[in-house]
């Protein structure tokens, strides 16, 4: 693996907030299943705000599979998450839209008197667009073919054999993204307290730019920089590109532009293998 930029200054992770582990004195469960047209031309869109949103590709139709896990510390708090927190679905012009929905806007009663996950399990057809939003929790998409937009603030992103592109961003995670062919369009991924480790096939041919504060940039690809390179003597690594907290370079013949951006973490583009 070559590196592209090495940095060695050292900052404390960021705490992450949300108690998984309290003793609640109450709890119930209730999964719920919905259906919708998917594929070309359809957008499923998730807003969450605790529990783990799950992506897989296959099938006719956009299936969904929600387990609400209702936690609170009585009775009485317990009835009064099932009113306050609910899920909202809206439908318009070939897009779904679900969202977790405090009605109070206040999620401080969440934190001390009750909690709410919607975990998501949902397939969705070859071409469905995706755009998932999760607060404190992952966000896994696994084997789709259309293009995403994926935020979290609060835990790791997970895309495994995609063939779309777009953006992924997360605040407090790691982010692994691989590809079962390379992206025809331009991809962007950006994290603030977690590494990056993206998976391309051989053959890529991409525009790459990156931008880091505290961590080095690698690839497995040779990269043509805009920059002067330097030998890594004794680094283990072929190549050196130093250009402060950025830099870019062509990978191959160049094509769909691939921006990685990092504050506290490395960067990795790994050849994936056959």
Same mark, same amino acid.
Request: negative net charge.
């Given at each position: ?39 070309? $031309? ?105 293009? *995403?937009?994926?935020?979290? *603030? ?23 993204? $691989? ?12 994290? *603030? ?22 961590? /080095? ?36 013949? /160049?094509?769909?532009?691939?921006? *990685?951006? $990092?504050?506290? $973490? ?9």
């Amino acid at each position: 693996m070559k590196a592209l930029l090495l940095l060695t200054i050292a900052l404390a992770p960021l705490a992450a907030g949300h108690d998984r582990n309290r003793a609640w004195t109450v709890e119930d469960q209730q999964t719920i299943h919905h259906s919708y047209p998917g594929g070309p $031309g359809h957008k499923l869109a998730v807003h969450n705000f605790a529990g783990a949103i799950h992506v897989t590709g296959g099938g006719s139709r956009i299936e969904v599979t929600l387990v609400r896990h209702n936690r609170a510390a009585s009775a009485e708090k317990l009835a009064e998450a099932k009113r306050e927190v609910t899920l909202e679905i809206t439908e318009q012009a070939g897009e779904v839209k679900l969202q977790q929905d405090y009605h109070q806007h206040d999620f401080r009663g969440d934190r001390d008197s009750y909690r709410v996950d919607f975990d998501y399990d949902i397939q969705v057809p070859a071409g469905t667009a995706l755009a998932l939003e999760n607060f404190n929790s992952e966000i896994a998409v696994k084997g789709t073919s259309g293009d *995403f937009n994926l935020h979290s *603030f609060n835990g790791h992103i997970d895309v495994d054999d995609v063939t779309g592109a777009g953006a992924v961003h997360t605040f407090n995670g790691p982010v692994k993204i $691989g590809f079962l062919h390379n992206p025809e369009r331009d991809l962007i991924v950006k994290t *603030f307290n977690g590494a990056v480790d993206a998976y391309f096939p051989h053959g890529l041919n991409a525009e790459l730019s990156y931008k880091t504060f505290n961590g /080095g940039v690698f690839s497995d690809f040779e990269v043509a920089p805009r920059e002067p390179k330097e030998s890594a003597a004794g680094a283990g690594t072929k190549y050196v590109y130093h250009s402060g907290h950025s830099g870019s370079g062509r990978i191959g013949q /160049g094509g769909p532009k691939l921006e *990685f951006e $990092g504050f506290n $973490g490395q960067i990795r583009l790994h050849e994936a293998k056959s």
